[in-house]
């Protein structure tokens, strides 16, 4: 193999070895697709613009149960052979070290899921009458070709062309809205860099509300005979937002919007400005409201801050589990000490052979990854204190902002901000498999007010 070709192939997480690829970044992607529901069609035409790291005699993109007809490489055909969810482009010219360059796929089939081992099927999926996108944490290039890391984020451009009967919801700011010779054309445009798997398309008959928000603008996309549920259980998102700024710092993008299908999901879902939620999770009464302020919360950490590994996904998983206690107590519904020590209780009675600085491929979305994630954080809470542990938090958002970040990167500003090694303590909590005693309780932020540091 030539230098230029090293890790050109494949650069994948430890995690996810087949997905991603080595020798360029991503800075922008257009989508033109269009979708044949009757027919599970779709036709897609992805421009990428990519920024060489090294030399490329070839280099590849992620793409799975898709076929490609045409690719060109700065305006030129280039060749391309599929294989094993790899897309393996030579261009005619090597493309030199430092350099951007366009890349144009034209591409088409059946879109469905991939099916995996540990996490079942991701990615494009039917319903039965619409499409799910749910990409975490490898579905992605089931609907476009990308270099699928959650290290590299780009700007996005989505353009949806499909029958005129449904509603298109997908990442960022609607651009344009129109029929055109009895087909729907939808525009998309997310500004802020965007890990493939944060980018969401959903289809189907929907209503739009708008949700009243302080600076960002929100909607919620619902089957029209679930509006009073829907109603009762998102009215309290406007206050969530509150206090999740309050806690973490202000919202990191312009939009928030929701979408709940007609279908039963078995989990809800977030993607960057966007999350989804099935019928069964809306009941009228506030039931899964733990779950909306979960999902709401993946904004700050996992969309914005995004993971530069998925070894590192309880600071996704975690922190959010955490702010839904935070809103717990917000809400008046339990003291957050309360709540973490019933969890902490709960967790001792389970089996302690996660590691949840590196809890493997299998184990990254387990529960107790969750749970000790949050127990973490409350640990460190009760360590630091509140007016210490929210100015890091703050700071975490504010410094990383849009950026990727590693579990080191937050154990080193804990160190900066608070001026204490902890190093002993993060190894006990996050790479030992024995679930440590919390330290014991102290007086926290008013459960009106979580999070606000005191003046």
């Known amino acids: ?8 192939d494949s650069a994948g997480d430890a995690y996810l070895p087949q997905s991603g690829n080595g020798g360029y970044r991503t800075v922008s992607i257009a989508l033109s697709l269009r979708y044949r529901i009757a027919r599970n069609r779709l036709d ?53 070290a430092g350099t951007e360059f366009l890349v144009v796929v034209e591409y088409g089939g059946a879109p469905k899921p991939r099916r995996t081992r540990a996490w079942g099927a991701i990615g494009w999926e039917e319903l039965a009458d619409g499409v799910l996108v749910a990409s975490q944490p490898s579905g992605a290039p089931t609907w476009f ?7 590299d984020k780009a700007s996005y451009r989505i353009r949806v062309e499909t029958d005129a009967a449904y509603t298109v919801v997908a990442n960022g700011e609607l651009e344009d809205q129109r029929v055109v010779s009895g087909q729907g054309v939808w ?16 289809i189907g008959r929907y209503v739009k509300q708008p949700l009243v928000f ?4 929100g909607a919620v996309y619902f089957p029209r005979p679930l509006e009073r ?4 259980d998102f009215a309290p998102v406007p206050r969530m937002l509150a206090t999740f700024e309050a806690a973490f710092g202000p919202y990191p993008f312009e939009r928030y919007a929701v979408v709940v299908t007609a279908d039963a999901l078995e989990i809800p879902l977030e993607a960057q400005g966007l999350a989804v939620f099935g019928a069964n999770h809306i009941d009228g009464h506030g039931g899964e409201e733990r779950l909306i302020a979960h999902e709401l919360a993946h904004q700050w950490f996992g969309n914005s801050v995004g993971l530069a590994r998925w070894q590192d996904i309880w600071l996704n998983e975690g922190f959010c589990c955490y702010a ?55 640990a460190l809470r009760l360590l630091v204190g509140d007016d210490a542990f929210f100015a890091v938090l703050r700071e975490w958002t504010t410094r990383h902002r849009h950026a990727t970040a590693t579990t080191a990167d937050f154990i080193a500003l804990v160190s900066e901000l608070t001026g204490r090694r902890l190093g002993t303590f993060f190894e006990t909590w996050l790479h030992r498999p024995e679930l440590p005693p919390l330290p014991p309780a102290a007086p926290l932020s008013p459960a009106a007010e979580p999070g606000r540091p005191r003046r």
């Open 187 to 202: 525009v998309y445009v997310q500004r802020e860099p965007t890990a493939s798997y944060l980018v969401m398309l959903q």
């Open 214 to 217: 302080d600076g960002a603008e």
């Open 324 to 378: 839904e206690w935070l809103w717990a107590d917000a809400s008046g519904a339990a003291p957050i000490d309360r709540i973490a020590r019933e969890h902490h209780a709960r967790l001792s009675r389970l089996p302690e052979d996660l590691l949840i600085g590196d809890p493997g491929a299998a184990g990254m979305f387990d529960d107790r990854l969750y749970k000790r994630g949050a127990l973490t954080l409350h």
């Open 229 to 232: 549920r829907v109603a009762a």
């Open 44 to 96: 897609g035409t992805a421009e990428l613009l990519l920024h060489s790291s090294q030399r490329l005699a070839r280099f590849s993109l992620d793409l799975v149960g898709l076929s490609a007809s045409v690719v060109r490489v700065e305006g030129r055909r280039a060749d391309f052979r599929q294989v094993q969810g790899k897309l393996r482009i030579t261009p005619e010219r090597p493309i030199e």
């Open 1 to 8: 193999m030539h230098a230029s070709e090293i890790g050109a």
């Open 145 to 151: 070709p990308c270099n699928d890391h959650p290290f």
